[in-house]
C-alpha cells in the first residue's frame, strides 16, 4: 500500500508541474492576444499541447494507482478520491501529510489556470467580436446604394461595381 501511496504522490506532483508549466504558458498567451501575434500564439498552442499530452498519460496513471488502491482497500473506485485517500491515511502521518499537500497544490495550480484561462478566454471572445463587427462594416460598405457615379446621360456607369471617379466635365 506504502508504494501505490508514493506513486500516486510523485503521479501528483507530475501532474502539477505540468499544470504550472501550463499556467506559465497561459499567462504569457494572454499578452500576445492583446498584441494579436496570431504567428507567436500557434506556436503557443502547440506547447501547450506537449503539456496536455503529458498530462493526459499522467492522468491515466493516476486513475490506475487509485483503481490499485481501491483494490486494496476493498472500497468502490468511484466514489474513492484523493481526499478520501488522504482521510484513510490516519496513523501513516508522513504519507498523508505528503499527499495532502501535493494535493492542495495542485488544487491551487488547477484554480490559477482557471483564472487565466477565463481571462484568454473573454480577450478571445472580444477580439471574434470586433473582427466580425470590422467584416460585417466592410460588407455594409460594399452595400451602400449607389448615387453619385451617374454619366452625363443620368445612367449609372458602375453597373453594380462601386466606381469612385467623378465626373467633372460638362
Do not use: C, W
Not at 1 to 6: D, H, T, Y
Amino acid at each position: 500500500m506504502a508504494s501505490l501511496i508514493e506513486e500516486l504522490i510523485n503521479t501528483l506532483e507530475s501532474e502539477n508541474t505540468e499544470y504550472v508549466e501550463l499556467v506559465k504558458i497561459s499567462k504569457e498567451k494572454t499578452s500576445v492576444i492583446i498584441k494579436g501575434d496570431v504567428k507567436r500564439l500557434n506556436e503557443m498552442v502547440a506547447m501547450e499541447q506537449i503539456h496536455t499530452d503529458k498530462l493526459t498519460a499522467l492522468e491515466n496513471k493516476r486513475i490506475e494507482v487509485i483503481n490499485d488502491i481501491s483494490t486494496v482497500l476493498n472500497r468502490d473506485v468511484n466514489t474513492l478520491t484523493v481526499r478520501h485517500i488522504i482521510d484513510l491515511l490516519k496513523g501513516q502521518d508522513k504519507e498523508q501529510q505528503k499527499l495532502a499537500e501535493v494535493h492542495d497544490r495542485l488544487k491551487l495550480t488547477l484554480n490559477d489556470m482557471v483564472v487565466v484561462n477565463n481571462i484568454n478566454k473573454q480577450l478571445l471572445e472580444e477580439s471574434l467580436e470586433l473582427v466580425d463587427f470590422n467584416i460585417n462594416y466592410i460588407n455594409g460598405l460594399n452595400q451602400m446604394p449607389e448615387t453619385a457615379n451617374y454619366t452625363r446621360g443620368a445612367y449609372n456607369s458602375s453597373s453594380g461595381v462601386i466606381n469612385s471617379r467623378f465626373d467633372a466635365k460638362n
